[in-house]
């Protein structure tokens, strides 16, 4: 059987589920405005300040330029979004036959920027205001991104989408992080600032300040995922997908928080920061919080209870929600003592104390996030080898026996690549990693149609099978090699 000999058959319309999952993202870029209006109601509503919490407020930092922009392109945002839906709804009033799928699907998307570009004004003004600190922690990131898509040990998720992650996570997410931090600043001494008892009532400040901090950060990284999961389901296998999407996510919020507090303190503390952030607690924090929130949305993938999904989802959530505010909770109270555990010595408190604290706070969520990925991995192996057996045995020549364990061990698929790569140059490598990648993707496609839980979203195994045969006779080396 060859590429050229087979029928193509017709191109499958598009899904309605598709235009579902476009809605519910929709939904979820309205709970993030839903949030900003709640915090500017609450700084409305909040009453006058007394004497001594004015006093206290003075110390704050004036409100910034950006979330002045913010506030503005929101207000202009929803008034578009209102425009697209109104011609949305009225189409579909009118039976549906005013648009094409394509102005469809543009006016839904053209919704979804209007509601969620807006955030990305204060993390744009971060990063114009600190291009060389941003360039260094890109760097940084850029690697750590490569090394998580590198996880993917058989069939990896499109580099785009890691990077639509990562941006989402210092653009989107990091813009309402930000944004409902600012208000928070602004609403909160009115309500928890009187000073009768000043000691209770700024601890209670500080508390619920970490839990403010901790709620909106995850639900902006969180609602990032879902996204990403709405609209590209068909990429997502499971645990893992949702882990490596995850941590993309929190990596991008990582860069955005790393940058935004080296705006504003003094050039002297740019290393400690630096060191903190993007050396010690990369892969930590903000990282590990949203790989198990988005542990969790992978693993709903395959949940056809909506109970049972919204179970896993939040427990996913809960998880991100309570180690983000408990690291924060437990910082603040150890930094206290972190210089008096290795004595005047500055710099051994930096480089043992900094890994010290990191540990206590994140250790365990980083461990719990490795241990699912783990898991994942586990389960999504067993599974493309039950489907590459299946596949070579059917005789069509997309997967052979002996490619079978060579597509399962990624070691030998990394000698490989070396070997090609000496030989052929890096149009060699590209070539047998699609090829690889297609087979792995046909597989893993084919474990999840035999799933009882399988949907209209796994693409056409015939379509599938046709990539792999077209790349198998494209002359490159593979084959003989393996």
Aim: overall charge positive; charged content about 15%.
């Amino acid at each position: 059987m060859t590429a050229g000999s087979a029928v193509v058959p017709p191109k499958p319309a598009h899904p309605p589920a598709a235009r579902r999952g476009t809605t519910l993202a929709i939904v979820i870029a309205v709970g993030l405005s839903v949030a900003y209006v709640a915090g500017q109601l609450l700084f409305r509503a909040a009453p006058d300040l007394h004497q001594w919490s004015s006093v206290f407020i003075r110390f704050l930092p004036p409100e910034p330029t950006p979330f002045k922009v913010t506030r503005v392109l929101l207000l202009g945002g929803w008034a578009v979004a209102l425009v697209l839906g109104l011609r949305l709804l009225a189409d579909r009033r009118a039976g549906g036959g005013g648009l094409s799928v394509r102005n469809v699907r543009a006016c839904r998307f053209g919704i979804l920027a209007a509601l969620l570009l807006p955030f990305a004004a204060m993390p744009s003004a971060a990063f114009g205001n600190a291009p060389r600190q941003l360039l260094l922690c890109l760097l940084v990131s850029g690697a750590a991104l490569l090394f998580v898509h590198r996880t993917q040990s058989l069939r990896r998720m499109p580099g785009w989408l890691l990077l639509s992650g990562f941006g989402w996570g210092a653009l989107i997410g990091g813009g309402f992080g930000i944004v409902m931090m600012t208000w928070y600043q602004r609403y909160a001494p009115g309500f928890l600032l009187e000073f009768e008892h000043p000691q209770a009532e700024v601890r209670r400040y500080v508390t619920l300040m970490a839990l403010n901090a901790a709620v909106m950060a995850e639900l902006g990284k969180a609602a990032g995922v879902a996204v990403l999961f709405l609209l590209f389901r068909r990429h997502f296998d499971g645990v893992v997908s949702g882990v490596v999407i995850g941590a993309a996510v929190g990596l991008g919020y990582n860069l955005v928080e790393t940058v935004h507090f080296m705006s504003l303190i003094d050039v002297a503390h740019h290393p400690t920061q630096f060191w903190d952030r993007q050396v010690v607690g990369l892969m930590a924090a903000h990282v590990a919080f949203t790989a198990l929130a988005g542990a969790g949305i992978g693993a709903s993938r395959w949940l056809t209870g909506r109970r049972d999904r919204l179970l896993v989802v939040g427990g996913g959530l809960t998880a991100a929600v309570g180690g983000h505010f408990w690291t924060d909770m437990v910082l603040m109270r150890l930094d206290r003592y972190r210089s008096g555990w290795f004595g005047d010595d500055d710099t051994l408190s930096l480089l043992l104390g900094v890994p010290l604290l990191t540990l206590i706070t994140s250790g365990v969520f980083v461990a719990l996030g490795v241990l699912v990925l783990r898991r994942g991995l586990r389960e999504q192996a067993a599974g493309v080898g039950r489907a590459l057996a299946a596949e070579a045995a059917s005789g069509r020549g997309a997967v052979t026996e002996p490619e079978i364990g060579l597509l399962l061990s990624p070691r030998r698929r990394l000698a490989l690549e070396l070997r090609v790569w000496r030989r052929d140059g890096t149009a060699g490598v590209r070539h047998l990693m699609r090829f690889q990648q297609a087979q792995l993707d046909l597989a893993t496609q084919g474990w999840h149609r035999g799933r009882a839980e399988a949907d209209e979203f796994i693409p056409s195994e015939f379509r599938l099978r046709e990539r792999v045969l077209e790349l198998k006779g494209t002359p490159a080396g593979a084959e003989e090699l393996s």
